[in-house]
C-alpha cells in the first residue's frame, strides 16, 4: 500500500526501515523524521505522518513481541505513546481552527 504519495513510499519500505532501526536499538524512540531520515527522504506535506506513526506503533508492537522482552515493559511504554498521541496529536491539524476556511 502506497502510504506517501510525494515520496512513493510503501508499507513495507516503513516496515524494513523500522525495523532495520529497531535492530540497531530496540528501545530508541522512532519518529516519523527519523525513519524519513533513514531513507534518505524528508516529509514534504506531511499529509502521511499520521498513517507513518500508526505503522511505527503497529510494526514495534510486533518487533518487541517477537523478542524476549518483558512484556510489562512493552505495554506500559506503548500505552504512554498512545496517551501522549492522544493528548497532544489531535488538538489542531496543521495549526488552523476547526472554523476556518480556506476559500
Not at 532495520?20 to 524519513?36: E, F, G, H, M, T
Request: charged residues 30%; contains cysteine; glycine residues 4%.
Amino acid at each position: 500500500m502506497l502510504v506517501c504519495h510525494c515520496n512513493i513510499i510503501t508499507e513495507k519500505d516503513l516496515e524494513r526501515t523500522i525495523i532495520d532501526l529497531l535492530d540497531q536499538d530496540p528501545w530508541q524512540l522512532i519518529v516519523p523524521a527519523k525513519v524519513y531520515h533513514a531513507m534518505a527522504k524528508r516529509g514534504r506535506c506531511c499529509g502521511c505522518f499520521p498513517n507513518v506513526v500508526e505503522t511505527i506503533i503497529r510494526v514495534t508492537e510486533e518487533y518487541h513481541a517477537r523478542s524476549e522482552a518483558g512484556v510489562v515493559d512493552i505495554v506500559s511504554h506503548l500505552e504512554r505513546v498512545r496517551e501522549l498521541r492522544v493528548q497532544y496529536g489531535s488538538r489542531t491539524h496543521e495549526r488552523r481552527q476547526t472554523g476556518h476556511r480556506a476559500a
